[in-house]
């Protein structure tokens, strides 16, 4: 394996912070010891946490205004391996990357998953895209995908879908996430309930491909680029398609694609309660945008999820097994550092989760004692968990100050140098 970070650097900055850590992390210990909670058995929860990251993240996003590329950011496959490679080699948590067709094409998917593993790497769900055109394409998406008016124009997006598939298998992935962007931009445009049943009957097709152990993760969204309705709009419908498809099809939750103040920690109980939680695309949100990083608006909610996440994991329902990834789009940061920051976010929410007395919780529940019920919420999520996560780090050979390695290696400024420049133009994701 050849990791793309200097090795010796990271031993380096970790010398100059190893006192520290051990300080904290002391200290930290005995302060939860006092709560009855060992710290090493919390630490090696998260050390076996991991989180996926897209390929299409590795690059600047951007709005429909503009994209502001940073200078040495990937432009192809390969080049946005090495970017997750180095975000994997610092934060040891996200050993998986998740691929989007047709951006990440290769000729060759047996050698693109040997390089990823020769920088640590693996994959995660494979992505279709039925929402844009390609050059060449023979049926447009202008109207839609699974669910279009036009049977050619299906037959085209289920394709696909199967292609994802075949890709998918040679790259040694499991699961298929199918978002599409079909809906209306007008009331009147499409019959609404018709439009759903094109949708099914596509769908289908593309879950009577899926090999034995796949799973198909049908991810909702609210709105965008259609503004007046979306197909799989929500969680229910995303559900009741789930349902309809059968036992490999789960619902996955992108935090970003629901109306302001949703409470998503109960629609992922909900999710699993009916045995079809099936994933997670990670980012926040403010207003409608939905790619924001991850817990940078609201921690809390992400810590309420993770919190849902653990108790699901002990009233397992069938299978509980949701795959993790990050979803966001960097405008104006470095997408590395988004990534590395966003990474130890989300674990930090999931230690915090683990730290909840649950005893507590549940007998306050039992009782009616709201406030005590919360205030088990409340203990965990105001511990600073920042040693235990910098604990794990280390110990699986990252940086203990993963943010603060990578500018030090000065990767961007010399992929910069070594790079071809991303073009302008619009954004994507
Ligand atoms: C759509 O907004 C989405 O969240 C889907 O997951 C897409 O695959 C991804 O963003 C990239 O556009
Ligand atoms: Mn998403």
Redesign the pocket.
Known sequence: MTLPVSEELIAGANAREINALEDEYAALGRKLERSGIAIDAVKDRVAGFSVAVPT?GAGRGGTRFAKFPVPGEPTNIHEKLEDCAVINQLSRMTPRVSP?FPWDTVSDYKALREEAAELGLGFDAV?SNTFQDQPGQVQSYATGSLASTVAATRRQAVEHNIECIEFGRQLGSTDLTV?VGDGTNFPGQQDLARSLDRYLEAAAEIYAALPGDWRMLI?H?MFEPAFYSTVISDWGSSILAAQELGPKAKCLV?LGHHAPNTNIEQIVARLHRFGKLGGF?FNDSKYGD?DLDSGSINPHQLFLVFNELVEAELNPRDGFNPSYMI?QSHNVTDPIESMISSAETIGACFAKALLVDREALHLAQEANDTMMAFQALRRAYNVDVGPILAKARLEAGGAIDALRAYRESKWRERKAQERKPAGLGAG??
């Open positions: 299409w989007h992505n978002w991810e969204k992108d695309h939905d979803d994507i994701v």
